[in-house]
């Protein structure tokens, strides 16, 4: 059973930058489409906020472009966001997601704190 771990959460003030990470137990970044998605409070919908297909294109949520980066390195099975210019809207749990048409992986989520 393939298991996906974030981590780089943490608490910064507003303007400040994070970078998440999406690690993989198994050998599948390579053939995986990859997603992150923040959910801002529990019962609310996660939304996406970044995507990376496994060709290489990615695609941003018009709240995060020009702030956010994904990116990848399937040789370390491991993902990443680049989160710059963090704004207060932007708390919330950030979850990894890698899928293909066999399959759906999520990770537990890392809790991003921004204060103004």
């Known amino acids: 059973q393939v298991q996906v771990v974030e981590s780089g959460g943490g608490l910064v003030q507003a303007g400040g930058s994070l970078r998440l990470s999406c690690a993989a137990s198994?050998?599948?970044?390579?053939?995986?489409?990859m997603g992150w998605y923040h959910q801002q409070a529990l019962g609310r919908q996660r939304e996406l906020v970044a995507f990376d297909t496994s060709d290489g294109r990615t695609n941003y949520a018009d709240s995060v472009k020009g702030r956010f980066t994904i990116s990848r390195d399937n040789a370390k099975n491991t993902g990443y966001l680049q989160m710059n210019s963090l704004k207060p809207e932007d708390t919330g749990v950030y979850y990894c997601?890698?899928?293909?048409?066999?399959?759906?992986?999520w990770g537990q989520g890392t809790q991003v704190t921004v204060s103004s």
């Open positions: 198994g050998s599948i970044f390579s053939n995986h489409h």
């Open positions: 997601n890698l899928r293909s048409n066999y399959a759906n992986y």
